[in-house]
């Protein structure tokens, strides 16, 4: 019986050496993962926080980008362009532990494909949320001057002597957060700016060997009023994702439900 007795406690020891090790091994994968996240139009890398901070919590590497003129970025209007938001992101990328899982967001998705042109061996891969996925030639502006589901396009002020896209305060709840709490669409109005109208014209070139090459993943975010569902599943329709979600929200899960977008990067 004392020797029954002892192999069972020594089974009971040898279980609980392996659950630990699991345990372990769990957190090394999650601590070995390397985010840089990119805003979208009228945001900033304060949209970030709450997913960051949960991303950290599960041991990643997290990198926020204020793009040029977005958040509490003064870079003049003049010095903003397409490019200058991409080499910022592949700024944060170089600085990053690779290899880096980026993410774009709406507009950030114009972004993310263009680093991706060019530093696609840095990249574990692409994740859009809720972004324009450009095909070679594409700019912003054809994109969503397709979408008849977005609420954006009949809000949106185009102030063509000054280069800026405006959208009144009375309907960005609407466009970007409806399923939000009022804390949640007040940090939205809050934190508004005037976005930079020239990136949303400026083309995108991309190649097969370029960003074609980089893994990729999409998260839907099915009640979006921005960036409508339809033009979502139409501009991945034809391209090869590595892994999908959709997500029940609106156009910024981020501040409505960050836990559901940390879980959907967590697992892709």
């Known amino acids: 019986m004392k020797m029954i007795k002892s192999i069972g406690i020594l089974s009971l020891v040898a279980a609980a050496s392996l659950s630990l090790v699991g345990c372990d091994n769990e957190k090394g994968a999650a601590s070995n993962k390397s985010y840089v996240l990119v805003h979208g139009a009228w945001m900033g890398a304060w949209c970030w926080n709450d997913v960051a901070e ?91 001057s397709t979408d008849a589901g977005s609420h954006l396009g009949p809000a949106l002020i185009v102030d063509q002597d000054n280069g800026l896209a405006k959208l009144p305060s009375d309907k960005l709840e609407d466009i970007f957060i409806a399923d939000g709490t009022p804390d949640e669409v007040a940090r939205v109005v809050s934190n508004y700016r005037d976005e930079p109208l020239a990136p949303f014209l400026t083309p995108l070139h991309t190649t097969a060997a370029g960003w074609g090459a980089v893994a990729k993943a999409y998260v839907y975010t099915k009640d979006d009023r921005a960036v409508s569902f339809a033009l979502q599943q139409s501009m991945t329709a034809d391209v090869t994702m590595t892994d999908t979600a959709t997500l029940e929200t609106s156009h910024a899960p981020f501040l409505s439900r960050p836990d559901l977008v940390v879980s959907a990067l967590g697992s892709m």
């Open 54 to 144: 949960g991303l950290r919590g599960q041991g990643a590497t997290v990198a926020t980008v204020e793009l040029p003129a977005h958040g509490s970025d003064q870079t003049s209007l003049p010095q903003v362009s397409l490019d200058a938001y991409i080499a910022k992101v592949r700024a944060a990328v170089a600085a990053a532990p690779p290899p880096v899982t980026l993410v774009g967001h709406s507009m950030g998705g114009m972004v993310v494909t263009g680093v991706a042109e060019v530093d696609g061996a840095k990249l574990a891969k692409v994740v859009y949320l809720g972004a324009y996925v450009p095909k070679d030639g594409q700019s912003l502006f054809d994109l969503a």
